[in-house]
């Protein structure tokens, strides 16, 4: 059964700083990866899709990297404000029996100090 | 661009009731999910549709049953409200595998 497991479980940082979310998952047969945001008491917003031929993937301050030979990805956002302020989950679909579904990370909750 | 709406936003239910979770999409997106959300917990998938007339179990459906007659309308039936049934349930849709996913705001569900 696939896993996601995102590390750390909460995260703060000043405004301004560079930061890095890291989300692993145990099969590397996916056949794509999602990074949410999840603002309180709001539904999920998709920042980035990596398919599992690709690296990365970028949209403004925000960069998504895959590696499936060591079931990681990473989520860098660059140059934080208190805005970033959410908790962001990671999601895996994978191939074969299942590929319609998501299998979610339980979050990890940011916040950005001014 | 209203996208997925949800209906209703808060519901309180006594166990026993049954009510429908109401979900629509103006995308023209054959994809249609219902997840539930629990406190530290990671989203799970409950039933899926990848069409009119079609769909399918998720990961965890026991307590509760889907139709979908229309391309836009993929509401969420709970027969026998059950206190583990607490929880927020999200819609979402897409154009298909691996497209990116749209979620509604979701329904906060209590039931007491």
């Known amino acids: 059964k696939q896993e996601v497991t995102q590390i750390p479980a909460a995260l703060s940082v000043p405004e301004g700083e560079n930061l890095v979310l890291n989300c692993s998952f145990t099969?590397?047969?996916?056949?794509?990866l999602q990074w949410f945001r999840q603002d309180p008491g709001k539904g999920l917003t998709s920042l980035l899709l990596?398919?599992?031929?690709?690296r990365e993937q970028t949209s403004g301050r925000l960069n998504a990297s895959l590696d499936k030979s060591s079931g990681r990805s990473t989520l860098y956002i660059a140059a934080s404000q208190p805005g970033d302020s959410a908790t962001y989950l990671c999601?895996?679909?994978?191939?074969?029996?299942?590929?319609?579904?998501?299998?979610f990370g339980k979050g990890t909750k940011l916040s950005v100090i001014p | 661009n209203a996208g997925v709406t949800q209906t209703p936003k808060f519901r309180i239910l006594k166990i026993g009731q049954s009510m429908t979770l109401q979900c629509t999409q103006d995308?023209?997106?054959?994809?249609m999910y219902w997840y539930r959300q629990d406190p530290g917990m990671g989203l799970k998938l409950i039933y899926y549709?990848?069409?009119?007339?079609?769909?399918d179990k998720g990961e965890v459906p026991n307590g509760y049953n889907v139709s979908r007659s229309t391309t836009e309308d993929f509401p969420l039936r709970l027969e026998l409200a059950a206190p583990s049934q607490t929880s927020v349930y999200f819609c979402?849709?897409?154009?298909?595998?691996?497209?990116?996913?749209?979620f509604g705001s979701g329904t906060r569900l209590t039931v007491v």
């Open positions: 979402a849709s897409s154009q298909g595998q691996g497209r990116s996913y749209t």
């Open positions: 099969d590397s047969a996916i056949y794509n």
């Open positions: 990596i398919q599992s031929s690709q």
């Open positions: 999601a895996v679909s994978y191939s074969g029996a299942g590929s319609y579904q998501l299998t």
């Open positions: 995308m023209n997106h054959n994809y």
């Open positions: 549709s990848v069409g009119a007339g079609i769909t």
